[in-house]
Each structure stands twice: as C-alpha cells, then as structure tokens.
C-alpha cells in the first residue's frame, strides 16, 4: 500500500522560509511524477511544483524564483524550500506521487504566513 506522509509546515512570518518533506512508501510501479499542491480556505487545489524524470522542474507563476522543488536521489522523498513566503501561501500543502498506473496523495500539512 502505497503512503505518502509530509512534514515540514508550521507558522512562520512573512518573509520567512520553510522546508517541506514528504516521504514515500510502498511504491512497486516505477514513478512518473512527484509534485506539491496546495489548497487555500474557499480555493480550488493548485499545482505548486513537479518535478519529473524527464526536463527541469514545472512551477506555478505565483511561487517562481521563490520556491524549489528536489528529490532524493532514490526518488522515494520529494522536498519543497519555500523562501520568501507571502500571507497568500497559506494553505495546506499536498504532495502527490504519480506512477505508472495511479497517483496518490498525503493527507497534507498547513502552512501559515503571518502579516
């Protein structure tokens, strides 16, 4: 069974940075794509930032030149630096994991951007 787990959110200042991690386990099928979503109150999911096994890493405007998206090199854990956070970060955070056959997502972790 297939689980991804993050950590990593908190409250912070705006301006401020955090790390997210999320790890995966029990992945059999060879894998695709990791990436963040996040989910602000009231807002549709988003696309954060993929990254591949082909070409360079695929982030949204909003998040451009502020955040960077790696993995390790088993490709089993994906991270997230979020580096000059705005209060219009705050939102919960999911990583997603997309194999051959399905994707799968954890369960989240809040991050929240004070003023």
């Known amino acids: 069974q297939v689980q991804l787990v993050e950590s990593g959110g908190g409250l912070v200042q705006a301006g401020g940075s955090l790390r997210l991690s999320c790890a995966a386990s029990g992945v059999t099928d060879s894998i695709l794509a990791m990436a963040w979503y996040r989910q602000a109150p009231g807002k549709q999911r988003e696309s954060v930032a993929t990254i591949t096994n082909f070409g360079s890493p695929i982030y949204a405007g909003s998040v451009k030149g502020r955040f960077t998206i790696s993995r390790d090199d088993a490709g089993r854990q994906v991270y997230l630096q979020m580096n000059s956070l705005k209060p219009e970060d705050t939102a919960v955070y999911y990583c997603?994991?997309?194999?051959?056959?399905?994707?799968?997502w954890g369960q989240g972790t809040q991050v929240t951007v004070s003023s």
């Open positions: 997603k994991l997309t194999t051959v056959r399905l994707g799968y």
